[in-house]
Nanobody, 127 residues
């Protein structure tokens, strides 16, 4: 079973950048697509981005397109989410999770069909 650990969260002023990491142990991530989710206080969890197992396919929700970039380094068993030009609405706990594919449809059920999850890392954006 895959164990995932997110890191890199923190406090940032609007316009700043953070880079989140999702590191796996227990098995290789090579065969998994990875999704990034976030949950703001009092709101439902939402899918943010994903990357396919090959890295060839990525997906972003409209609100983060052009600001967030997902990437993976399989040698390090790690997937990254580079977040630039952060906005207060990006505040929340960010989670990574495994799936077999990447695309808009995998977020249809708000992550219900994702396999393994990390514990989350908190991101706070405020002036």
């Amino acid at each position: 079973q895959v164990q995932l650990v997110e890191s890199g969260g923190g406090f940032m002023q609007p316009g700043g950048s953070l880079k989140l990491s999702c590191t796996a142990s227990g098995t290789t991530l090579d065969y998994y697509a990875i999704g990034w989710f976030r949950q703001a206080p009092g709101k439902e969890r939402e899918g943010v981005s994903c990357i396919s197992s090959s890295g060839d396919t990525t997906y972003y929700i409209d609100s983060v397109k052009g600001r967030f970039t997902v990437s993976r380094d399989d040698a390090k068993n790690t997937v990254y989410l580079q977040m630039n030009n952060l906005k207060p609405e990006d505040t929340g706990t960010y989670y990574c999770a495994t799936h077999h594919i990447c695309g808009a449809r995998v977020f249809k059920h708000r992550g219900a069909d994702f396999l393994s999850w990390g514990q989350g890392t908190q991101v706070a954006v405020s002036s």
